[in-house]
């Protein structure tokens, strides 16, 4: 009685829970504060970066040429890449000539709006699969998927890389959240076609999907996915993409593949197992071992989830090691899953951390730790956004001064191996004098004249006649 008129509890446990909620709800603010300021900081980064990329601009002015009439894969304009990303290039075109802003703005906010989109069907996703999730973890989860989505160069920002993730993302989480008989028919197919979609962008990148089948195969241990809806949706995606192509430009097989599988390995500058080795794969191999051995400690309660997006990251890894570049954007997607698997590993284990603590000291020093974080991670994301373009020399090179004498729609064209030029010629309103990106044939005639170089570098052996017509090709072309 007396400690009921002295509004004392007079148990010492809910005593104890009364000095945990306070500290659980500032240590949840705190960690959703740094979440949605990452989010906001890399969006705002990105709209005002000036680092423009040269594969988007050069998509970006062939949908303008096609917008004008001109047709794609024919005697004015050929693209290497199938056609859908410059279909969908003529989006940001269409729409920049609507509102009158600048198309490469443009590009930025129709991807910005995908990312947004696809934030809201995972959100969606997991509410539908996981209901017993706590809104707290549910929310950082997304805001994972956010600062993923951006933590990208913005010279990267809307490579083929970029949408596939952001379209596949989706498909991976529902089949890691086994998702069947929680949703409807028609969520199911629209999975499966906007994941069809994906690999159609970056068909290379079809490797993600096979190896999170064959995961989800030897997990299950059932090949009952194969009959799923939004399985058999996206083969059809993508079986009826390769007949929309033969139908609308049946040149690309015929004339443009065979000349892209004899001159495109020439642009890769290292083996496939030399890449394995030196390109930081090295932390590939750990990092999902790592996620295996923490999957095993069942206290965490946490998902496969990280495990089969480790998995992904496999699949894109083989992806990128076939591609013998080495070019960072085409790390992309291995990196993202990574990443996200990371994240994951560490939000679902939240709760139980919040809940362990216990001590108010303890939750101040975390506190203190998350208030850095406020502070000084978004400064990081930025630093990383500017990176690739502040330490840019300020002089212009030869090339930019001449371009810049000249006046808009002046036909220019640049002898060059390399797409860079092309940034200047885009951003000046000037007309590309070619119906190439650039002197794609050059290496792989050069490489065949030369003969192997080392062991480590890709190497092609082609006929004489090969070389022969890629050289009478590549001369009619550029003349």
């Given at each position: 009685?007396?400690?009921?008129?002295?509004?004392?509890?007079?148990?010492?446990?809910?005593?104890?829970?009364?000095?945990?909620?306070?500290?659980?709800?500032?240590?949840?603010?705190?960690?959703?504060?740094?979440?949605?300021?990452?989010?906001?900081?890399?969006?705002?980064?990105?709209?005002?970066?000036?680092?423009?990329?040269?594969?988007?601009?050069?998509?970006?002015?062939?949908?303008?040429?096609?917008?004008?009439?001109?047709?794609?894969?024919?005697?004015?304009?050929?693209?290497?890449?199938?056609p859908l990303v410059v279909w969908f290039s003529t989006l940001p075109v269409m729409l920049s000539n609507l509102v009158h802003i600048n198309v490469l703005l443009m590009l930025r906010l129709?991807?910005?709006?995908?990312?947004?989109?696809?934030?809201?069907?995972?959100?969606?996703?997991?509410?539908?699969?996981?209901?017993?999730?706590?809104?707290?973890?549910?929310?950082?989860?997304?805001?994972?998927?956010?600062?993923?989505?951006?933590?990208?160069?913005?010279?990267?920002?809307?490579?083929?890389?970029?949408?596939?993730?952001?379209?596949?993302?989706?498909?991976?989480?529902a089949a890691a959240l086994n998702a069947r008989r929680s949703l409807s028919r028609t969520e199911y197919i629209a999975l499966g076609f906007v994941a069809g979609l994906a690999v159609c962008f970056k068909p290379q990148q079809v490797l993600v999907v096979v190896f999170l089948e064959l995961a989800l195969a030897l997990r299950n241990r059932s090949l009952r996915r194969a009959i799923s809806p939004e399985f058999l949706t996206l083969l059809l995606t993508g079986c009826g993409y390769i007949g929309l192509?033969?139908?609308?430009?049946?040149?690309?097989?015929?004339?443009?593949?065979?000349?892209?599988?004899?001159?495109?390995?020439?642009?890769?500058?290292?083996?496939?197992?030399?890449?394995?080795?030196?390109?930081?794969?090295?932390?590939?191999?750990?990092?999902?071992?790592?996620?295996?051995?923490?999957?095993?400690?069942?206290?965490?309660?946490?998902?496969?989830?990280?495990?089969?997006?480790?998995?992904?990251?496999?699949?894109?890894?083989f992806a990128f090691l076939v591609q013998h570049t080495g070019w960072a954007y085409q790390r992309y997607p291995n990196a993202a899953f990574l990443e996200l698997a990371a994240f994951w590993l560490l939000i679902e284990a939240v709760p139980s951390s919040i809940a362990a603590i216990s001590d108010r000291r303890t939750a101040s020093v975390i506190t203190a730790i998350a208030a850095c974080f406020v502070v000084l991670l978004p400064i990081g994301l930025v630093a990383r956004q500017v990176r690739g373009y502040s330490s840019a020399p300020a002089e212009e090179n030869a090339v930019q001064k001449e371009l810049n004498r000249l006046p808009p729609k002046t036909a220019v064209y640049v002898f060059s191996t390399s797409i860079s030029a092309f940034s200047d010629v885009f951003e000046r309103h000037l007309i590309w004098g070619s119906r190439f990106a650039h002197l794609s044939m050059i290496p792989a005639i050069i490489q065949n004249q030369l003969g192997p170089t080392s062991a480590s570098t890709p190497f092609k052996h082609l006929s004489p006649e090969t070389v022969a017509s890629l050289a009478a090709t590549q001369r009619a072309d550029t003349a």
């Open positions: 009685m007396k400690a009921i008129r002295n509004g004392a509890p007079s148990d010492p446990d809910l005593r104890q829970a009364s000095e945990k909620i306070p500290l659980q709800r500032v240590l949840e603010g705190c960690s959703l504060f740094v979440g949605l300021g990452c989010v906001v900081t890399l969006v705002v980064s990105l709209l005002v970066s000036g680092q423009n990329g040269y594969d988007q601009e050069w998509l970006l002015y062939a949908a303008e040429r096609v917008l004008a009439g001109v047709k794609l894969y024919g005697p004015q304009l050929i693209e290497v890449n199938p129709l991807v910005l709006s995908m990312i947004a989109g696809n934030i809201a069907w995972i959100g969606h996703l997991l509410r539908r699969l996981r209901p017993d999730m706590a809104l707290v973890v549910r929310i950082l989860l997304l805001c994972s998927v956010a600062v993923v989505e951006l933590w990208i160069e913005p010279g990267n920002f809307g490579q083929r890389e970029h949408l596939l993730v952001i379209l596949l993302l989706p498909y991976i989480l192509i033969f139908f609308v430009s049946p040149i690309y097989f015929k004339q443009i593949v065979p000349v892209l599988l004899n001159t495109y390995w020439a642009f890769g500058a290292y083996s496939a197992g030399w890449l394995a080795i030196h390109n930081h794969v090295k932390l590939d191999i750990l990092l999902p071992v790592v996620f295996l051995v923490s999957l095993l400690y069942r206290k965490l309660r946490i998902s496969t989830v990280p495990l089969v997006l480790a998995v992904c990251s496999y699949g894109a890894l």
